[in-house]
C-alpha cells in the first residue's frame, strides 16, 4: 500500500522568509509518480509539479524548489521569500504508474500561513 | 474559467434526499476522479473512470453512486446520506498518466442534515 506523510500540520513564517514542507512517502513500486498541489482557501487544487521515480535532479521554478531524494523516500518542497499569497494548504501526493490514469494517494497537507 | 466545473457549489441536504453533483471537462482529458475531503483526513478516492469506464471503486457505501456518460461528464448520485458524508467533494480529470497531474474542479461544499 502507498503513504504519504506530511509531519507539519501548520507552519507559520512572517513574509520573506523561506520555507520548507516535508513530505515522506512510502510505496513497493519501482517506478511511481510525486506530486505537490496547492490548496489556496478558495477550495481548488491546483497542480505544482511532477516527479517520476527515474529523475531525482532537483528543479526550481522562480521561488519554488524541490528536493526528490529516493534514499531517504522524501520529496519536500522550499518557498523562497513567501508571499501572503502562498498562504494555503499544501498536498504532496503519489502515484502508481498506469498507463490510463493516475491514481493519486494525498498527503494530509501542511497548512502554511505567511504573516504579513 | 477553470477547465473542470462543478455544479452546485454548495448543497444541503436531509438523510432522505436524492441529490446529484455534476462534474464537466473540455480538456480532453480520458480519465475523470471524484474524491472526498473531509477535515483532518486526507483526499479519499471514491471512484475512477478510465475512457468511460469504471476502474477503480474504493469501498464506497451504495449511497454514492458514480454515473459517467461520456467522457467529458462525471456525475455522483446521491441518495440516504447520513451526516458523517458531509463533506467537500471534488472532481478532477487527468489526460492518464501525461506529464501533468489532475486539473480539479472548485468542489461541492455537501452539508446531511
Known amino acids: 500500500a502507498q503513504k504519504v506523510t506530511q509531519a507539519q500540520t501548520e507552519i507559520s513564517v512572517v513574509e520573506k522568509e523561506d520555507v520548507t514542507l516535508d513530505c515522506v512517502y512510502e510505496?513497493?513500486?519501482?517506478?511511481?509518480?510525486l506530486f505537490w498541489y496547492k490548496q489556496p482557501p478558495s477550495g481548488e487544487l491546483v497542480f505544482l509539479i511532477r516527479r517520476n521515480s527515474f529523475d531525482e535532479q532537483n528543479e526550481i521554478s522562480g521561488r519554488y524548489s524541490w528536493n526528490f531524494q529516493k534514499s531517504t523516500s522524501s520529496f519536500n518542497f522550499t518557498i523562497t521569500a513567501s508571499q501572503v499569497v502562498d498562504s494555503a494548504v499544501y498536498f504532496c501526493a503519489l502515484s502508481e504508474a498506469t498507463w490510463s490514469y493516475q491514481k493519486v494517494t494525498f498527503g494530509t497537507g501542511t497548512k502554511l500561513q505567511v504573516i504579513p | 474559467e477553470t477547465g473542470v466545473t462543478q455544479t452546485p457549489r454548495h448543497l444541503v441536504m436531509g438523510m432522505t434526499n436524492k441529490k446529484s453533483l455534476k462534474c464537466e471537462q473540455h480538456l480532453g482529458h480520458n480519465a475523470m476522479y471524484w474524491y472526498k475531503q473531509s477535515a483532518k483526513k486526507p483526499l479519499e478516492l471514491m471512484f475512477v473512470y478510465s475512457l468511460e469506464e469504471r476502474v477503480e471503486n474504493n469501498s464506497v457505501p451504495s449511497r454514492f453512486s458514480p454515473e459517467c456518460p461520456n467522457s467529458s461528464h462525471l456525475f455522483l448520485h446521491l441518495h440516504t446520506l447520513q451526516p458523517e458524508d458531509s463533506a467537500l467533494y471534488l472532481c478532477a480529470s487527468s489526460p492518464g498518466t501525461g506529464t501533468k497531474g489532475y486539473t480539479f474542479g472548485s468542489g461541492t461544499r455537501l452539508t446531511v442534515v
Open positions: 510505496t513497493r513500486d519501482t517506478t511511481y509518480y
